[in-house]
């Protein structure tokens, strides 16, 4: 089956900076790459999407890349405020049922 | 819409207590999915259904645990009898998914579980 890894596990940022999150995955069939954000206490909440034919795709601060050769994904978050501080999580899928959920990584933005 | 729907929100058992956690996913939605999230282990997919049926119980964690979903409007997972390392977030989801390439997860609020 699928294996999804993420990394890092845990990061900090100044505010203002760029934070970047990797996520590898193993099964060459995924197609469908999304990204949620989960804060304290609420539920995950998808915030950006990518599907394997497109390499990037951008929502205002946001914007994930997929390298479908090498087999990861990355989500960069521009200008980061401290809201964006939050547990996030990458997933992959080739059948929109059987999502394999990375591990998560817990964002800090520093004021 | 409302969105998911799961009650109860907390739950408090002691240990040997059946628990049953119950979810309304959004309507028109066809794929249904329970979730156990912890720190240990992260987010789990129990198990999913997709019209009605269950197509994957794979990662149900054993015979305590049971799923159900008699409607397209209403699942149930069930734990009986429970034991204090079921203590966890138990999250449902739901997706509209029949080879339209939308697959968005839409999660409820989940249940907090604590056995005791």
């Known amino acids: 089956g699928e294996n999804v890894e993420q990394h890092p596990s845990t990061l900090s940022v100044q505010e203002g900076d760029s934070a970047v999150i990797k996520c590898t995955y193993s099964?060459?069939?995924?197609?469908?790459f999304p990204w949620y954000k989960q804060e304290l206490g609420k539920r995950p909440q998808l915030i950006i999407d990518?599907?394997?034919?497109?390499g990037e795709k951008k929502d205002q601060r946001i914007a994930v890349t997929l390298n479908k050769t090498a087999k990861h994904f990355s989500l960069h978050i521009t200008e980061t405020q401290p809201e964006d501080s939050a547990v996030y999580f990458c997933?992959?899928?080739?059948?929109?049922?059987?999502?394999?959920f990375g591990t998560g990584t817990s964002l800090t933005v520093i004021p | 819409d409302a969105g998911v729907i799961q009650s109860p929100r907390h739950e408090v058992t002691e240990m040997g207590q059946e628990v049953t956690l119950r979810c309304k996913p959004i309507s028109g939605h066809n794929s249904l999915f329970w979730y156990r999230q912890t720190m240990m282990r992260g987010l789990e997919l129990l198990i999913y259904f997709n019209n009605n049926v269950p197509i994957d119980d794979s990662g149900m964690p054993e015979d305590r645990f049971s799923a159900k979903m008699p409607n397209a409007s209403f699942s149930t997972l069930k734990i009986q009898p429970s034991e204090p390392r079921d203590s966890a977030v138990y999250f449902c989801?739901?997706?509209?998914?029949?080879?339209?390439?939308?697959?968005?997860?839409?999660f409820g609020p989940g249940t907090r579980l604590t056995v005791t």
């Open positions: 099964d060459s069939a995924s197609n469908y």
């Open positions: 997933a992959a899928t080739n059948t929109g049922n059987q999502f394999y």
């Open positions: 989801a739901s997706s509209f998914s029949v080879g339209t390439g939308d697959y968005e997860q839409y």
């Open positions: 990518i599907r394997s034919n497109v």
